[in-house]
T-cell receptor, first 111, second 110 residues
Framework: DADVTQTPRNRITKTGKRIMLECSQT?????MYWYRQDPGLGLRLIYY???????NKGEISDGYSVSRQAQAKFSLSLESAIPNQTALYFC??????????FGPGTRLTVL | GEDVEQSLFLSVREGDSSVINCTYT??????LYWYKQEPGAGLQLLTY?????DMKQDQRLTVLLNKKDKHLSLRIADTQTGDSAIYFC??????????FGKGTTLSVSS
């Protein structure tokens, strides 16, 4: 079984819809992250959480929100999706050495 | 500058060595990382180096760190077609998450 899972793996939605992407991990790590990947731009950090009560904005948090429901769960929401949020979204966890372990990604298309 | 910088593309022949270069931003970064992303997959940690090291070797992979120039490189010996992927350099700055470069696409031809 994968250590970091993401659901859904693919999603097509319309402008203005609310979308939630979910991430679960079985690695027992406290630290979790959400990134988006766009061609030619690499990975950009959206939000991160160092423990259940800690939430921090990353480089590109506008238009996104997160919830850390438990140590193992970290969800990303788009309150009102827009086309330029079309991207590949990755969840990751890390250990104390900041070795990051990535989920398989969610491909989101906003029409 | 503020960004972790990498060249975008590298093309090599099978059996040759590949060298992917990266310039990072923060001289106080404690760990530096190389990740590999194969098509349609997430990122996989390849190796990392602690800032007090100059070199780390792991089978076909050699990481070189020049702290004075804030330059990191990844050498892949005897490059194979299965090494074709995007390679990301990343640095860990104190108290923050990792900062990633934009990735170098390695293309290996037979």
């Amino acid at each position: 079984d994968a250590d970091v899972t993401q659901t859904p793996r693919n999603r097509i939605t319309k402008t203005g819809k609310r979308i939630m992407l979910e991430c679960s991990q079985t690695k027992g790590h406290d630290r979790m992250y959400w990134y988006r990947q766009d061609p030619g731009l690499g990975l950009r950090l959206i939000y991160y959480s160092f423990d259940v009560k800690d939430i921090n904005k990353g480089e590109i948090s506008d238009g996104y929100s997160v919830s850390r429901q438990a140590q193992a769960k970290f969800s990303l929401s788009l309150e009102s999706a827009i086309p330029n949020q079309t991207a590949l979204y990755f969840c990751a966890t890390s250990n104390s050495y900041n070795e990051q372990f990535f989920g398989p990604g969610t491909r989101l298309t906003v029409l | 500058g503020e960004d972790v910088e990498q060249s975008l593309f590298l093309s090599v022949r099978e059996g040759d060595s590949s060298v992917i270069n990266c310039t990072y931003t923060d001289s106080s970064s404690t760990y530096l990382y190389w990740y590999k992303q194969e098509p349609g997959a997430g990122l996989q940690l390849l190796t990392y180096i602690f800032s007090n090291m100059d070199m780390k070797q792991d089978q076909r992979l050699t990481v070189l760190l020049n702290k004075k120039d804030k330059h990191l490189s990844l050498r892949i010996a005897d490059t194979q077609t299965g090494d074709s992927a995007i390679y990301f350099c990343a640095e860990r700055q104190a108290g923050t998450a990792l900062i990633f470069g934009k990735g170098t696409t390695l293309s290996v031809s037979s």
